[in-house]
Nanobody
Framework: EVQVVQSGGGSVQAGESLRLSCRIS????????MSWYRQAPGNECEVVAT???????RDAEFAKGRFSLSQDNAKATMFLQMNSLKPEDTAVYYC???????????????????WGQGTLVTVSP
């Protein structure tokens, strides 16, 4: 059974760091591309970073130099390390076995087992 379970997130001050975790089951890292998405209130869903099936990474422009993906295949877990957080990074973050542009993360998270449940990241000025 495919499952994508997220952990981490929370509230921090600007400039601080957070790490999000995404543990998968029912498939392996590398079987499909894996991405972190985020969606802020009133905004569309956007890709933050992608781990390709070749274990390379692609980062959104806003993530470059601040966010980084890593993986632990033994634990079937992908991580998103977020440093130098800004208030504009405030959003619900989703892990997904996906890499396509999507308009509404929340709907996909609610309907697809290949999407995690979402976790709120709040960054205060």
């Amino acid at each position: 059974e495919v499952q994508v379970v997220q952990s981490g997130g929370g509230s921090v001050q600007a400039g601080e760091s957070l790490r999000l975790s995404c543990r998968i089951s029912g498939f392996r890292l590398g079987d499909w591309p894996m991405s972190w998405y985020r969606q802020a209130p009133g905004n569309e869903c956007e890709v933050v970073a992608t781990l390709t099936t070749q274990s390379t990474t692609r980062d959104a422009e806003f993530a470059k130099g601040r966010f980084s993906l890593s993986q632990d295949n033994a634990k079937a877990t992908m991580f998103l390390q977020m440093n130098s957080l800004k208030p504009e990074d405030t959003a619900v973050y989703y892990c997904a076995a996906d890499d396509q542009p999507r308009s509404d993360c929340k709907v996909l998270s609610s309907n697809l087992v290949s999407w995690g449940q979402g976790t709120l990241v709040t960054v205060s000025p």
